[in-house]
């Protein structure tokens, strides 16, 4: 059964940091391009992060870049977003996406506050 679970989200005050995982199984995790998407409420999802299979960071979203970091650990099939000096317009259902190809597999979601 393909999963991809995220955990680490909740509430943090800004300047915080946390730090956002996503297990996967089901799936050969070296071979996909792992990403991380956010989506606030009334706005559309966007790309965050992404890691390519070999670790590199393909990109940043120019709202996170010098804050945030994604990295994978392929002998632990799991993506992670680390998240300093959060801002409340980093608060978003934060969604772990498995991509390859064609195929795009999706998580369930962690929820990120951003408040004091």
């Known amino acids: 059964q393909v999963q991809l679970v995220e955990s680490g989200g909740g509430l943090v005050q800004p300047g915080g940091s946390l730090r956002l995982s996503c297990a996967t199984s089901?799936?050969?995790?070296?071979?996909?391009?792992m990403n991380w998407y956010r989506q606030a409420p009334e706005k559309q999802r966007e790309l965050v992060a992404s890691?390519?299979?070999?670790?590199?960071?393909?990109m940043y979203a120019d709202s996170v870049k010098g804050r945030f970091t994604a990295s994978r650990d392929n002998a632990k099939n799991t993506v992670y977003l680390q998240m300093n000096n959060v801002l409340p317009e980093d608060t978003a259902v934060y969604y772990c996406n498995a991509e390859r190809g064609a195929r795009s597999i999706w998580g369930q979601g962690a929820q990120v506050t951003v408040s004091s």
């Open positions: 890691v390519t299979t070999g670790g590199s960071s393909g």
């Open positions: 089901g799936i050969f995790f070296n071979i996909y391009t």
